[in-house]
């Protein structure tokens, strides 16, 4: 069993209720705007808020700061090419600036995405290149009732209707996001992942692959496909990610750094041309795309680590080990526990406040004003016009922090799950223009 040592080490205060009180209010009762100071333990994202291993420190130490052609981009792409399978590779300073410029390469005004779910910043680089966002979860990924093993899987049928109603030739990229972020981050099966490639082969549709976390989809894989009982992760995440013709990565997520991220292209040396040209629109020059070569240096150390066992063991065990405290706490979880967060539904707990008043954004700020935990809503706030169910999803961090902290999230949990009858719902009083993204910035109150 694998465990970690913490040799630097940073003091966290819990802020007092006052302070709590106020940085809620004054932050617009919107957690984007609480500075982490005023936050005792921040399950907001597990995107780029890990802890680098000493491999990763160090490998930094050698980062090569050439514009073009560094050796940390050649050690970054032999990385990328051992642990994906994929050659032709780009790195990004993140996964929205991967999804900008491979998204841009392939969608066209008025075309249709079909995706198991989009996440929040895929949605919006669909809207923004003039696509429209279709989701096609399985059903047992929306209801999160039954202990199904795949619940973050595609749903082929549903998309071929979508496909009947606008036309094959409407439908230009097919996406399958492992683990599926937005359904809990629940796992996607390699042979659901195969399907999906022939479906959209079969309407002439480009298969990309999020692959933000595919070393923890691997890891279920592993777990509940009984066919890859006995491979290794490495085999089954170059299996799963060799049915794709492209793939966009959050180097954030599974390569364990904290920033970067990369699109790596399969066999279309023209979609790849296309996607260097906008890399260096956008990102910076194909070799080193909006990063410093210590930053290519630690996300290649960090995507091997994310594929070796133990690893993956204490990091899905720290999930599901707060999942367990936060049920026993009486907070109704999802289940099966995903790779990354907990997810918890708010409306099943907070049942007196309708959806329309955010019962996730409730729950967020009262664990905040009752144990400085930071969590965030995923439910009707986050995604508007959606059919989302009203989930607060509470992220782990990587290698970060330990059962102590657990813990008081649990006792907090206790404390909000004791008062909640008294807890009300919230109205927005001010948002961005882009709806996709308004819960990064718009402001609420309380209803009366
Ligand atoms: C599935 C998925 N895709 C894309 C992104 C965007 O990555 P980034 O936050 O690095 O821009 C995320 C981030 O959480 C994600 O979970």
Known sequence: MRSYLSHVARPVEQPSRERREQALEAAGYNLFNIAAADVAIDLLTDSGTGTMS??????????????????????????????????????????????????????????????????????????????????????????????????????????????????????????????????????????????????????????????????????????????????????????????????????????????????????????????????IMYEGFPTYGGLAGRDLDAMATGLREAVERPYLEHRIGQVRELAEKLSAAGLPVVEPVGGHAVYVKADQLLSHIPDEEFPGQALVCALYEEGGVRGVEIGSFAFPDTDRPEYVRLAVPRRTYHREHFDHVAETAAAVVERHEELTGFEIIGEPPIPELRHFSAELRPVE
């Open 54 to 279: 000493t491999d990763q420190w160090a490998a930094m130490l050698q980062g090569d700061e050439a514009y073009a052609g560094s050796r940390s981009f050649e050690r970054f792409q032999e990385a990328v090419s051992e642990v994906t399978g994929f050659e032709h590779v780009v790195p990004v300073h993140q996964g929205r600036g991967g999804e900008n410029v491979l998204y841009g390469a392939l969608i066209t005004e008025g075309e249709y995405v079909l995706n198991n779910t989009h996440f929040d910043t895929t949605r919006a680089h669909v809207a923004n290149n003039g696509g429209h966002a279709i989701d096609c979860p399985i059903d047992a990924a929306v209801g999160g009732a039954s202990d199904y093993p795949f619940k973050g899987n595609f749903d082929i049928a549903t998309a071929r209707e979508h496909v009947e109603e606008v036309g094959a030739e409407n439908v230009s990229v097919v996406i399958l996001t492992i683990t599926n972020n937005s359904a809990a981050g629940q796992p996607v099966s390699v042979t659901n992942t195969r399907e999906v490639a022939a479906f959209a082969a079969d309407i002439d549709a480009t298969f990309v692959i999020d692959a933000c976390r595919f070393a923890e989809n691997a890891f279920f894989v592993q777990e509940r496909e009984s066919d890859y009982a006995d491979a290794s992760i490495r085999e089954i995440a170059r299996e799963q990610l060799s049915y794709a013709d492209a793939i966009v990565v959050s180097g954030k997520k599974d390569g364990l750094s904290n920033i970067g991220g990369f699109v790596a292209v399969a066999d279309d040396p023209e979609l790849f041309a296309r996607v260097k040209q906008r890399t």
